[in-house]
């Protein structure tokens, strides 16, 4: 149980092409999940705090209109990278919770994101 | 500002146990101790937590000290594939944010 499935695996794709990136819990229902960032030799790094029905908390640093985050379901989370340049390619991670008291993060295998 | 400290990394033998200490000197009454790896270009796997006791589970066990400022994460016996980065998170009741440090680099050697 418990699982997160996150797609595309990997992209690759020009400069100024936004990108979106799905998160889904397979098999339970997540009101919050998580974005986070890992570039390479690096630890993660959390992004946004992704909550259903509502608008996404961004961490400090992190422009929310360059990450576009929408959780229209208890499901699914999706993350656009807009107008993507070179230095947004990096390994994006999500993770997800169930909605049950003391409850660890499960996280998707990521996706990793080559902007040429 | 980093709330735990790990060793950057450590070298164990298949078969044997493995030992993977953490320092979390500041922790606070209401924070949990959590370890997650990370296997090479995968997501994080949660592999375990507690508050004060004790846990065990088919993947570990975490043994937390008395005075709660520091814990051990045993794999009872390593394989090649336990190889990966284990990072040990110290969480708040409540908060469900994690904040990952460097970790430890765990290579299981044959």
């Known amino acids: 149980g418990a699982v997160v499935s996150q797609h595309p695996s990997r992209v690759i794709c020009k400069s100024g092409t936004s990108v979106k990136i799905e998160c889904r819990s397979l098999?339970?229902?997540?009101?919050?999940m998580f974005w986070y960032r890992q570039f390479p030799k690096k630890s993660l790094m959390l992004m946004a705090t992704?909550?259903?029905?509502?608008?996404?908390?961004?961490e400090q640093g992190v422009e929310k209109d360059k990450f576009l985050i929408n959780h229209a379901s208890l499901t699914l989370s999706t993350l656009t990278v807009t107008s993507a340049h070179p230095e947004d390619s990096s390994f994006y991670i999500c993770?997800?919770?169930?909605?049950?008291?003391?409850?660890?993060?499960?996280f998707g295998d990521g996706t990793r994101l080559s902007i040429l | 500002d980093a709330k735990t400290t790990q060793p950057p990394s450590m070298d164990c033998a298949e078969g044997r146990a493995a030992n993977l200490p953490c320092n979390h000197s500041?922790?606070?009454?209401?924070?949990?101790v959590y370890w997650y790896r990370q296997i090479h270009s995968q997501g994080p796997q949660y592999i375990i937590h507690?508050?004060?006791n004790n846990e065990t589970n088919e993947m570990a066990s975490l043994i937390i000290t008395e005075d709660r400022k520091s814990s051990t994460l045993i794999l009872p016996h390593a394989t090649l594939r336990d190889t990966a980065v284990y990072y040990c998170?110290?969480?708040?009741?409540?908060?469900?944010?994690?904040?990952f440090g460097a970790g430890t680099t765990v290579t299981v050697r044959a």
């Open positions: 992704s909550n259903e029905g509502s608008k996404a908390t961004y």
């Open positions: 507690g508050l004060k």
């Open positions: 993770s997800a919770r169930q909605d049950i008291s003391n409850q660890p993060q499960h």
């Open positions: 098999d339970f229902q997540a009101t919050t």
């Open positions: 500041t922790i606070s009454g209401n924070e949990y």
């Open positions: 998170i110290v969480r708040v009741v409540g908060d469900y944010k994690l904040s």
